[in-house]
Nanobody, 125 residues
């Protein structure tokens, strides 16, 4: 069965960096779009970034452009989210998700079929 396991979260000061990883199994990784979402306490789940099958196309929410980078290593069945210049408003549980459809700049939760359990990112001011 499809499994997505996030790691790399933690506590970081404003301006710091973290790299999240999502290890995937149970499906043909290089034929699935991958995405990252986040959910802060009391808020709805929010799209962060998505990446096409071979990593040639990416899409970001405006609030993380130029600070976050999504990438993937198909040989390792892993997708990454490099987060730089972290801000307190980046505090959230971060989830990875996958969609078997072709690349279409997926950016809504309903487009993704499978989800990990999340990893907590906390940014202190």
């Amino acid at each position: 069965q499809v499994q997505l396991v996030e790691s790399g979260g933690g506590l970081m000061q404003t301006g710091g960096s973290l790299r999240l990883s999502c290890a995937a199994s149970g499906f043909t990784f290089n034929t699935y779009v991958m995405g990252w979402f986040r959910q802060a306490p009391g808020k709805e789940r929010e799209f962060v970034a998505s990446i096409s099958w071979h990593g040639t196309s990416t899409y970001y929410v405006d609030s993380v452009k130029d600070r976050f980078t999504i990438s993937r290593d198909n040989a390792k069945n892993t997708v990454y989210l490099q987060m730089n210049s972290l801000k307190p408003e980046d505090t959230a549980v971060y989830y990875c998700a996958t969609d078997p459809a072709p690349w279409n700049r997926q950016s809504t939760a309903r487009e993704f079929d499978y989800w990990g359990r999340g990893t907590q990112v906390t940014v202190s001011s």
